[in-house]
């Protein structure tokens, strides 16, 4: 009977696919069979290009003699590490009875990739087998089964291959000739300005372009110049309202973007702001400001905030290069995480002082430090595995992803969604402990299963090579000696109590959390400013009138995904126009009552008219009436 092929990018949504495919499938040694359908996946990428070592073994040496390499035609082969599941993947596109693939890899350049590269290896494009590629926006149910029916000829997506192909050997030429040019020539002179033996300088397609960015970004800081600017202000009377008003220039006005301008905010030159003014009102003369000076922005840099006193409806802000006076003020400071990034976590204070509760920061996505002296045998190894977080054997937080183990514990994607029940339990002096799942697509009873046939499979072969295939080497022998078994036994040999142990260190490994990493690993805090205080669709501060509370500063942290750094850039955005509206509110309301009271000084300095005596002409015509009535 012929079968569909499905490929999955990894484990994980190979498991979503074959669940949505509702059909009775055993588990094998990298994939999952029905009697219709067979589901596996990739590790990621399977294959990668050659380095130019591989081309010729004169390229292992760098010298500016071979460069620029530029190969005619590329180069391909299998990743070490992924050698087992891509053998697996590609004997699975090679079978007979399968008769259409289905690519099921991210939907993406990327993923399309991953895809393209195993099928290039195989060999199969050209065997006759129906490919199609489902395209899908989540991993729901109802979506990958509108995928598969809705999918169309792989074909179709050649433009997108295409486009992922050139990308690849865009980053891959680049990378290498100016990787190895550049430490050719500079090389020596960093590695002895940072004391080090040698130092490779990295160059990359788009992490090059990000660190000019940055750099440049730096030196104008470092460099920057007060910038004095005239804006054009207004004063005029509708209906008996006072009305104050501010010229700026909008797309589609005359001075839109004009040179003559700073930022569209107002003129560079005063003469330019006269001419302007003359123009509309005829008017040659003008007045600055009140204070006979012109505005200008300032941009304060550098400056270290000592203190921040609220006073007289608005705020005093003292720094070691003088006083700020505001009408409204922006706590942005960040938390406490990355500090060498400035971030020293001052701003809680200062929101203490205007009368802020403040939760305890503690860091946030981060490693996990764990107990025991196993974790140097494994480190560096990265795998598909779940976590459960556990605090005084309470299951607080799961995720699964890939897994990281370093030479003091566990890090990773996974590890960082689940680290801040972590350090809040850590916190409080609970007990907190990591429950890892390496085999996340089967349940206690298939891996057992698993493990039984595979024993009988590999009787004759040391119990080392029991994971051969499904797990790390360097993991495998931990997990064999955490469970007691020595690595040299036979597979055959190994009891039903001992494949139990063997399983539950598989499926139910155990870690020991000591601690998490300090502010300095962490790429967010929790904790912060109460966000009951402050934020909802202002960022308003609720206890402080005119403050404005924005980004990390507030007790608000996400999941790994870019979800914090949206969050900063959303609510500073917010901050920055509310603040802007109450400010430009606030400086109207000032001024108004400043013309108020002019005109109640004015009034009062007036000589008070002479009262005159009113002549009572009513009363009089009232009695020629009467009169007159009273005749008849």
């Known amino acids: 009977m012929a079968k569909a092929l499905y490929i999955a990018e990894k484990p994980s949504v190979a498991q979503e696919f074959a669940k949505a495919l509702k059909l009775e499938m055993r588990n094998h040694n990298g994939y999952k069979e029905g009697e219709t359908a067979v589901v596996t996946w990739c590790v990621g990428h399977l294959v990668t290009m050659s380095y130019p070592e591989v081309y010729d073994e004169k390229y292992k040496k760098w010298s500016l003699e071979t460069l620029p390499f530029l190969p005619e035609e590329f180069l391909y082969e299998v990743i070490p590490s992924a050698k087992n599941q891509y053998e697996i993947v590609s004997q699975l596109l090679n079978r007979e009875d399968v008769d259409t693939i289905y690519v099921c890899t991210d939907s993406g350049r990327e993923g399309e990739y991953i895809y393209r590269l195993v099928e290039q290896m195989s060999g199969v494009k050209d065997k006759g087998k129906q490919r199609k590629r489902v395209w899908i926006d989540s991993q729901t149910e109802e979506e990958i089964l509108r995928g598969i029916r809705e999918a169309k000829d792989l074909s179709e997506y050649d433009n997108l291959s295409d486009s992922a192909y050139l990308r690849a050997k865009e ?22 300005y940072l004391h080090e033996r040698y130092t490779v300088i990295s160059v990359g397609r788009v992490m090059t372009c990000v660190q000019g960015m940055v750099v440049r970004r730096e030196r104008e800081i470092r460099e920057f110049v007060k910038t004095p600017f005239y804006r054009v202000f207004s004063s005029m009377a509708i209906e008996g309202t006072g009305i104050e008003s501010e010229w700026k220039a909008v797309e589609g006005s005359k001075f839109y973007q004009s040179p003559k301008l700073y930022k569209d905010n107002g003129f560079l030159q005063k003469e330019d702001a006269g001419a302007f003014i003359a123009g509309l009102t005829g008017n040659t003369e003008f007045t600055e400001n009140e204070n006979g000076q012109s505005s200008q922005q300032t941009e304060g840099t550098q400056a270290v905030v000592e203190k921040i006193e609220k006073k007289n409806g608005g705020f005093f802000i003292h720094t070691d290069q003088g006083t700020v006076e505001t009408d409204a003020l922006i706590l942005a ?117 698993l493990l039984k046939k595979r024993a009988l499979l590999l009787a004759y072969k040391p119990a080392e090579e029991l994971f051969t295939g499904m797990l790390n080497r360097k993991l495998a022998q931990a997990l064999l000696k955490l469970a007691g078994i020595d690595p040299n036994t036979s597979c055959g040999s190994l009891t039903g109590k001992q494949l139990e142990k063997i399983r539950k260190e598989l499926k139910e490994y155990e870690a020991v959390v000591m601690s998490v990493n300090p502010f300095a690993n962490a790429q967010v805090c929790c904790g912060g400013v109460d966000a009951n205080e402050g934020g909802g669709t202002t960022m308003g501060a609720k206890i402080c009138p005119g403050l404005y509370l924005a980004g990390e500063i507030l007790d608000v942290d996400g999941i790994c995904g870019g979800y914090n750094l949206q969050f900063a850039w959303s609510s500073g955005m917010i901050a920055g126009r509310c603040a802007a509206g109450d400010a430009e509110k606030k400086s109207i309301e000032k001024k108004s009552i400043e013309k108020k009271n002019i005109e109640k000084k004015r009034n009062i300095n007036k000589k008070p008219m002479e009262k005159k005596p009113v002549k009572k002409y009513a009363e009089k015509k009232y009695t020629q009436k009467t009169r007159r009535t009273a005749r008849t």
């Open 171 to 192: 980053d891959y030429l680049m990378g290498i000739n100016f990787s190895r040019l550049l430490t050719l020539k500079y090389g020596n002179t960093l590695a002895n």
């Open 333 to 449: 400071a960040g938390s406490k995480a990355a500090p060498s990034t400035g971030s020293d976590g001052s701003g809680y204070e200062y929101a203490r002082q205007l009368g802020h509760s403040i939760i305890k920061p503690l860091p946030a996505l981060v490693q996990l430090r764990c107990q025991g002296n196993m974790y140097k045998q494994m480190a560096g190894i990265r795998t598909e595995a779940e976590v459960s977080l556990q605090a005084d054997g309470i299951t607080l937080a799961k995720d699964k992803g890939e897994l990281q183990i370093t030479d003091y514990g566990l890090s990773g994607i996974p590890v960082f969604q689940v680290s801040r029940y972590a350090a809040r339990a850590l916190d409080e002096k609970k007990k907190v402990r990591v429950y890892v799942d390496f085999m996340p697509g089967w349940d206690d009873n298939e891996s057992f299963r």
